[in-house]
């Protein structure tokens, strides 16, 4: 069994969740989201606390089991709550602007790259930093990995697009002559 699987998700009083088929479908204050249940996978739904249960042995069924379960529980918090990623720019001249719904970025390159959001993905912008906000926790990371690889960070300067917190391990740039190497007689 997962264990992951195993755990229960309290659904708030504000949220509801059916199922139809194997399709469960998530409303709250934020938005309505819905995924498929594969076979052998079955929810209970009591008093507001969901189980999801696995009828099925095996490595792949106790994997399938605790990615619903979690995927479950970050729809149940997407419509709640939302999901957020922030991204850094780092470099000198390195802008980015909200016009409209897109997101337009000035890094180095001759031309700005413009990114336009998903249904359901929202960009702010505030000193240097990228806010991308949704209820779709897979969309937000995606529309975030988009946005870093359009200049990734460099190791020399670390100059580029990063996730905020994100460590860039940095390399040594070359170095000066060698001493003695007066060379050639």
């Known amino acids: 069994m997962s264990r992951i699987g195993k755990s229960p998700i ?18 709250g204050p934020k938005g309505e989201l819905s995924c498929m249940i594969p076979h052998g996978i079955e929810l209970s739904n009591t008093n507001g606390i969901v189980t ?10 106790n994997a399938l089991h605790g990615f619903i379960r979690a995927h479950l529980a970050n729809m149940v918090t997407g419509v709640t709550t939302g999901w957020t990623k922030t991204l850094e720019l780092v470099g000198v001249g390195y802008r980015a602007n909200v016009t409209g ?27 240097g930093k990228i806010v991308v906000s949704g209820i779709d926790r897979q969309a937000v990371g995606q529309i975030a990995a988009n946005i870093r690889s359009v200049k990734a960070p460099e190791p020399y300067k670390g100059k580029g697009i990063k ?3 994100e460590f860039i391990r940095r390399k040594a740039g070359k170095s000066a002559k060698a001493v003695g190497g007066a060379g050639g007689k």
């Open 10 to 27: 309290t659904i708030p009083s504000t949220v509801t969740l059916t199922q139809t088929g194997s399709t469960v479908t998530v409303k």
């Open 52 to 61: 999801v249960e696995n009828k099925r042995t095996g490595k792949k069924a």
């Open 101 to 127: 719904v897109n997101l337009v970025l000035s890094v180095g390159y001759s031309h700005q790259v413009t990114i336009e959001p998903p249904t359901g993905i929202s960009f702010a912008v505030t000193e």
């Open 163 to 165: 996730y905020s917190g």
